[in-house]
């Protein structure tokens, strides 16, 4: 089974901004269209951003305007720009197919905080 990897999170301040990475061997990836997904501590999982294979986006209106989802085919790799970082952004952060069919990775904690 294709496992995701899931990289680029760490503690930020509020307003600052990070990168995340999503890689895959072989080339599920760049197949598919793509989501980066967020749980937050009691919460359940949620969508953050989806990627087409032709690259039309979609975002979660709490991200709106400040998260940027791009993918790199040629790497196999989906990334996700997070600006202006709020500390209701604090959640491990997870990437897999929109249709949620690979198994879940162990996901990139992002923490923001003062």
């Known amino acids: 089974q294709v496992q995701v990897v899931e990289s680029g999170g760490g503690l930020v301040q509020p307003g600052g901004s990070l990168r995340l990475s999503c890689a895959a061997s072989?080339?599920?990836?760049?197949?598919?269209?793509m989501g980066w997904y967020r749980q937050a501590p009691g919460k359940q999982r949620e969508s953050v951003a989806t990627?087409?294979?032709?690259?039309?986006?979609a975002y979660a209106d709490s991200v709106k305007c400040r998260f940027t989802i791009s993918r790199d085919n040629a790497k196999n790799t989906v990334y996700l720009q997070m600006n202006s970082l709020k500390p209701e952004d604090t959640a491990v952060y997870y990437c897999?197919?929109?249709?949620?069919?690979?198994?879940w990775g162990q996901g990139t904690q992002v923490t923001v905080s003062s």
């Open positions: 897999n197919t929109a249709l949620k069919r690979l198994n």
């Open positions: 072989g080339s599920i990836l760049s197949v598919n269209a």
């Open positions: 990627i087409t294979t032709s690259g039309r986006t």
